[in-house]
Nanobody
């Protein structure tokens, strides 16, 4: 079955950096587009970044462009989210996600807290 396991969240000061990882299994990772979402308290879940399987084309939410970088290692079946210049408003639970066979699968999420 599809499994997505996120890691790397934590507490960081404004301007700091974190790198999130998502280890995937149960499907053909190399050809699958992978997506990072986030959900802040009291807000809707929003798309942060996506990377295609073939070619590795990336796309980002306007709020994170120039600060976040999504990447993947197909040999490790892992997708990453490098987050730099973090802001208070980046505080959220971050989820890794994949759409397979008409179903969207989610990881358990990892908490990112930006606080001074």
């Amino acid at each position: 079955q599809v499994q997505l396991v996120e890691s790397g969240g934590g507490l960081v000061q404004p301007g700091g950096s974190l790198r999130l990882s998502c280890a995937a299994s149960g499907f053909t990772f190399s050809t699958s587009a992978m997506t990072w979402y986030r959900q802040a308290p009291g807000k809707e879940r929003e798309l942060v970044a996506v990377i295609t399987g073939i070619g590795g084309t990336t796309n980002y939410a306007d709020s994170v462009k120039g600060r976040f970088t999504i990447s993947r290692d197909n040999a490790k079946a892992t997708v990453y989210l490098q987050m730099n210049s973090l802001k208070f408003e980046d505080t959220a639970v971050y989820y890794c996600s994949v759409l397979r066979w008409g179903t969207r699968y989610w990881g358990q999420g990892t908490q990112v807290t930006v606080s001074s």
